[in-house]
């Protein structure tokens, strides 16, 4: 009896057989494509027939890159990737790396090539971009005058700015002499001094938009001195207009929103520009205003009218209060010189004499108040109420009580 294996041994062989297999780890397969469907986890899985059988295919989601369309049913390709085993389930499969639209792949190579050699003489580099100016006034249109490309830029061009002015070139877009006309387009519009201009057309298949990839039509935007923007087919459409233009839109419409400024919002803006001035402008003359108030008080405060005004009060009131402390002064003097009066009068000497009493005085004019102010033989002068009296001391006598003075005056 020959030697029994497991399913496993027998998968895993075969699987080897797969893998040493130089012409499977390298193949490209066209077919149709059936039951595709697109995983959560990225992966795509689908099979590939044609009228012989059927052949399990899966592109992993690290792939993906190369897959450049949306895949669907019924949709003939060419998948280059691994013919293997999956070893769990005994059945092999294409495991795709690459897929491209059977007829196309060809036209895909030649896209491939154009680009890397034009970005190698640097007709895309960033630095030769020109801007697009923000208000245009003249656009120019390179695009079928039939379908709707153009119909969508006019409509949209028109009602985003009312005043724009539009100038279409009719171009082939499509077949025989496409990209002949499409260059001429671009010349004649770059002529007249247009703002911007617009090259494109709609969706399609890559044989469609191939006019758009020729190399005549990449130096005729390079070389434009008039800004373009290229808007050919739908946004996952790519081509070589794309990347020689100023600027790519994804669609014609958005082409003719991104080169005409939507006037109505301008307006707006200008008008709450305009209201936002007014407010502002008030709100500065108010503050103005309040200054020149505040300059003008100061201005009154500081003012030599003022000032002298204010110099002249304060002198009055100096005045004034200079009057009352002089009538205080005077009256306080006046109130002392009456006290002083009363006092000399209390102790005058001729109130003194006017009770009575007499006063002496010496030869020198000073008062005798004691036997020791003057001496025997002395003229002294004797002054009373009504005149005066001169008399000669003869002899002196103190008193007989201790303590007291006495004196004997001989007049004569």
């Known amino acids: 009896m020959s030697s029994i294996y497991t399913v496993g041994q027998v998968n895993a062989y075969i699987k080897k057989m797969f893998v040493q297999d130089f012409m499977l780890n390298r193949i490209a397969v066209k077919g149709e494509v059936s039951n595709c469907k697109y995983h959560r986890s990225g992966h795509i899985y689908f099979s590939l027939k044609d009228e012989t059988g059927t052949m399990a295919c899966?592109?992993?989601?690290?792939?993906?890159?190369?897959?450049?369309?949306?895949?669907?049913?019924?949709?003939?390709?060419?998948?280059?990737?691994?013919?293997?085993?999956?070893?769990r389930d005994g059945r092999?499969?294409?495991?795709?790396?690459?897929?491209?639209?059977?007829?196309?792949?060809?036209?895909?190579?030649?896209?491939?090539?154009?680009?890397?050699?034009?970005?190698?003489?640097?007709?895309?580099?960033?630095?030769?971009?020109?801007?697009?100016?923000?208000?245009?006034?003249?656009?120019?249109?390179?695009?079928?005058?039939?379908?709707?490309?153009?119909?969508?830029?006019?409509?949209?061009?028109?009602?985003?700015?009312?005043?724009?002015?539009?100038?279409?070139?009719?171009?082939?877009?499509?077949?025989?002499?496409?990209?002949?006309?499409i260059v001429k387009g671009i010349k004649a519009l770059d002529r007249l001094g247009l703002d911007a201009i617009i090259v494109g057309r709609g969706g399609g298949s890559i044989e469609d938009l191939w006019a758009f990839n020729e190399e005549a039509v990449a130096r005729a935007i390079f070389e434009c001195k008039t800004p373009v923007i290229s808007a050919v087919g739908h946004e996952t459409d790519t081509t070589i207009a794309d990347f020689a233009a100023d600027l790519r839109a994804p669609t014609p419409s958005a082409a003719a929103e991104l080169a005409v400024a939507d006037v109505r919002g301008i307006l707006e803006s200008l008008a709450q520009y305009r209201r936002r001035l007014r407010t502002g402008f008030c709100r500065v003359l108010e503050g103005e205003r309040d200054?020149?108030?505040?300059?003008?008080?100061?201005?009154?405060?500081?003012?030599?009218?003022?000032?002298?005004?204010?110099?002249?009060?304060?002198?009055?009131?100096?005045?004034q209060q200079l009057r009352r402390k002089m009538e205080n002064r005077i009256r306080e003097a006046r109130h002392r010189l009456q006290l002083s009066l009363e006092t000399f009068r209390v102790l005058s000497p001729l109130a003194k004499l006017n009770q009575g009493l007499a006063y002496l005085e010496n030869p020198e004019g000073r008062a005798v108040t004691s036997i020791r102010d003057t001496s025997p033989g002395e003229l002294l002068t004797i002054r009373v109420r009504d005149g005066s009296i001169r008399s000669l001391v003869q002899k002196l006598e103190p008193w007989?009580?201790?303590?007291?003075?006495?004196?004997?005056?001989?007049?004569?």
């Open 58 to 87: 899966v592109m992993f989601a690290g792939a993906r890159r190369g897959l450049a369309f949306q895949m669907k049913d019924g949709d003939k390709v060419v998948a280059e990737g691994s013919v293997d085993v999956y070893e």
């Open 92 to 181: 092999y499969q294409l495991y795709a790396r690459r897929i491209t639209l059977e007829g196309a792949g060809l036209l895909y190579e030649r896209f491939l090539a154009l680009k890397a050699e034009l970005e190698e003489m640097g007709m895309f580099a960033p630095e030769y971009k020109q801007p697009i100016p923000t208000y245009v006034r003249k656009l120019g249109i390179v695009t079928a005058p039939t379908g709707a490309a153009v119909r969508d830029i006019q409509n949209i061009a028109l009602r985003r700015n009312p005043f724009i002015q539009l100038i279409l070139f009719p171009a082939l877009v499509q077949g025989q002499g496409a990209a002949e006309s």
């Open 291 to 319: 200054r020149l108030l505040q300059y003008r008080t100061r201005w009154n405060f500081l003012s030599p009218e003022n000032q002298i005004r204010e110099k002249r009060q304060r002198l009055a009131d100096a005045e």
């Open 400 to 412: 007989e009580e201790p303590g007291a003075d006495r004196a004997d005056i001989f007049t004569q």
